[in-house]
């Protein structure tokens, strides 16, 4: 059995859909950002770092793992699946996991956080963040012309990726004329293991069925 801490973000979404496609047994442990259980002693003996997700996986003896992309990158490695075991499909794979980690997500959160939650409007900081996150939109764009997924198959990539680039109306970024990058999207909306994944936790907008997991930090 696998603990997953987490909130309803793109990170902690990620590995929610990792967990569903690869069909391992898991319970929530809601951490509510809100009011700062990320912060707590409990949770930040788990990831220092306090910050969602992290996974407590009980068959290895209680292993815990941070970081939404390390927990995914160990979760393939622990099935054998979403993740190539040797070559180049395996070094395709990674190198796309790691420009999520190092590009989308970085650039397309500080556009959310610039668009929406910054206390004072930085037209200059706004600009920087939604070209540079469009940008990379049409890197993946270019990159998907004549290819169905991000590597040769399916895997830990595109789901890390696609978590982060679903929300893009909420971070103001349009992918208007990015035909490859749409047809990949709508692809990836099509897999129920995805779309499962995409509720657990339930968005901020279900704010009932949010409460109604209570915290992990005051229950654990």
């Excluded at 509510?32 to 910050?51: A, V």
Aim: aromatic share 10%; hydrophobic share 40%; glycine share 6%.
């Amino acid at each position: 059995m696998i603990d997953l801490y987490t909130s309803p973000t793109p990170n902690g979404w990620k590995v929610a859909m990792v967990l569903e496609e690869l069909k391992l047994d898991y319970k929530v442990k809601y951490v509510d950002l809100s009011t700062g259980d990320q912060h707590k002693p409990i949770f930040l003996n788990m990831n220092p770092n306090g910050r969602i997700p992290v996974i407590v996986d009980h068959g290895v003896d209680g292993q815990t793992i941070f970081d939404s992309n390390a927990i995914l990158f160990y979760l393939a490695e622990k099935t054998g699946k979403l993740l190539p075991s040797k070559g180049s499909a395996r070094h395709q794979v990674m190198q796309w996991l790691m420009f999520q980690a190092s590009g989308i997500g970085p650039m397309q959160g500080q556009a959310v956080a610039f668009e929406r939650y910054f206390p004072e409007d930085v037209p200059a900081a706004r600009k920087r963040y939604h070209n540079e996150t469009r940008r990379l939109y049409e890197v993946l764009n270019t990159h998907l012309r004549n290819r169905t997924w991000l590597a040769d198959y399916f895997s830990i990539a595109d789901i890390s990726n696609w978590s982060w680039i679903r929300s893009h109306r909420w971070a103001r970024v349009p992918t208007e004329g990015l035909i490859d990058l749409e047809r990949w999207m709508d692809q990836m909306r099509s897999r129920p293991a995805c779309e499962r994944g995409l509720n657990i936790p339930p968005s901020p907008g279900r704010a009932d069925a949010v409460k109604a997991l209570g915290s992990a930090m005051t229950t654990a």
